[in-house]
Every structure is written in structure tokens, then in C-alpha cells.
């Protein structure tokens, strides 16, 4: 079975501060993708990343950056210079081999607070 | 291009009523998938459709019935809704195999 693993629940920072957003995973597959979804107060639930378990490079999209280690099995979640904006619940997901096609894993998700 | 779509918005049923949450996505996706949100909990699959004319169980499929209309539609049917079936419904879809999947906005069910 594969698991992901969000083990804040949740963080308080202020307005400005860098935070980072813990995942953890465990699969037997060789091939497999991670993903980041952000759950902000409204509700839906919006990509932010896909990568695949062949690239270990990191990827910054502005004040959002991700760090995939393999030797870990980790994917954690940097945002430099928290704004009140970013307050909002993030997902982890793990895509899952089951009976010949892909399902995604979640983790239980970290709420980050930013306060001003 | 509207995405995924789901209907109702939001939903009061008393115990052991029936009722359909409706998904429709305009992107020409092949998999389509209904999801769980329970607080503490993330997400949990409910089931998905790999393809048109396809089901699959996920790993919380007990009370719950879908169909996949045609390509575009798939929904999920509550035969006699329990209090433990209160919930946020999420419908997503995604082109294929480990392609990103897009949610729709959400479906409030409170069961009474």
C-alpha cells in the first residue's frame, strides 16, 4: 500500500516569513508522480505541481518552491515570504498503481495560517 | 471552457433518502473520479472511471453507486443516505494515466 505523509497539521507564521510544508511518502512503485494542491478558504482545490520520481531537479514558480528528495522519499513545499493569501489548506498526493491504472493518494493536508 | 462541474452546491437529506450528485467536464478527459472530504482526513476515493463505459471501486466505494453517462458525465448516487455520508463531494478528471487531475468546486452534503 502507498501512504503520504503531512505530519504538521497546521502552521501559524506572520506575513513575510518563510515557511516549509512536510510530505512524506512511501510507495514500491519505480515510476510514480507527486503532487501539491492548494485547498484555500473557498474550498476548491487548485494544482500547484506535478513531478515525476525520474526528476530529483528543484522547481521555484516565483515565491513558491519545491524540494523532491528520493533518498528521503520526501517532497516538501517552501513559501518565501508568506503573504495572507497563501492561508489556505495544501494537499500532498502520490499517484498509485491499483489494477492496471493510476489513483491518487492524499495526505491529510497541512492548514497553513498567515496572519499580518 | 467551464473545467469539472458539479451539481448541487450544497445538499440537505434526511437519513434514507436518495439522491444524485451530477459531474460534467468539458475538457475531453478520459478518467473521471468522485472523492470524500472529511475534516482531518484529505481526500478519499470513492470510485473512479478509468474510461467511458468503465467503473472501479476506490477505497471507500460502501454506499455509493456511479455511472458514467457518456465522456463527459459521471455520477455518483446515494441509495439511502446515512448521517455518516455527510461530507464535501469532489469530482475530478484528468486526460490519462498519471496526467494531473482538475477538481470541480464541490459538492455540501449534510445528512440529517
Known amino acids: 500500500a502507498q501512504k503520504v505523509t503531512q505530519a504538521q497539521t497546521e502552521i501559524s507564521v506572520v506575513e513575510k516569513e518563510d515557511v516549509t510544508l512536510d510530505c512524506v511518502y512511501e510507495?514500491?512503485?519505480?515510476?510514480?508522480?507527486l503532487f501539491w494542491y492548494k485547498q484555500p478558504p473557498s474550498g476548491e482545490l487548485v494544482f500547484l505541481i506535478r513531478r515525476n520520481s525520474f526528476d530529483e531537479q528543484n522547481e521555484i514558480s516565483g515565491r513558491y518552491s519545491w524540494n523532491f528528495q528520493k533518498s528521503t522519499s520526501s517532497f516538501n513545499f517552501t513559501i518565501t515570504a508568506s503573504q495572507v493569501v497563501d492561508s489556505a489548506v495544501y494537499f500532498c498526493a502520490l499517484s498509485e498503481w491499483n489494477s492496471g491504472y493510476s489513483t491518487l493518494t492524499f495526505g491529510k493536508g497541512t492548514m497553513l495560517l498567515v496572519s499580518p | 471552457n467551464a473545467g469539472v462541474t458539479q451539481t448541487p452546491k450544497f445538499q440537505v437529506l434526511k437519513t434514507g433518502q436518495s439522491m444524485t450528485l451530477q459531474c460534467a467536464q468539458d475538457?475531453?478527459?478520459?478518467?473521471m473520479y468522485w472523492y470524500r472530504q472529511d475534516p482531518g482526513m484529505g481526500l478519499r476515493l470513492i470510485y473512479y472511471?478509468?474510461?467511458?463505459?468503465?467503473?472501479d471501486k476506490g477505497e471507500v466505494p460502501n454506499g455509493y453507486n456511479v455511472s458514467r453517462l457518456n465522456k463527459r458525465e459521471f455520477s455518483l448516487r446515494l441509495e439511502s443516505a446515512a448521517p455518516s455520508q455527510t461530507s464535501v463531494y469532489f469530482c475530478a478528471s484528468r486526460r490519462g494515466s498519471q496526467e494531473t487531475q482538475y477538481f470541480g468546486p464541490g459538492t455540501r452534503l449534510l445528512v440529517l
Open positions: 475538457m475531453n478527459h478520459n478518467s
Open positions: 472511471s478509468a474510461s467511458e463505459g468503465t467503473t
Open positions: 510507495t514500491r512503485d519505480t515510476t510514480y508522480y
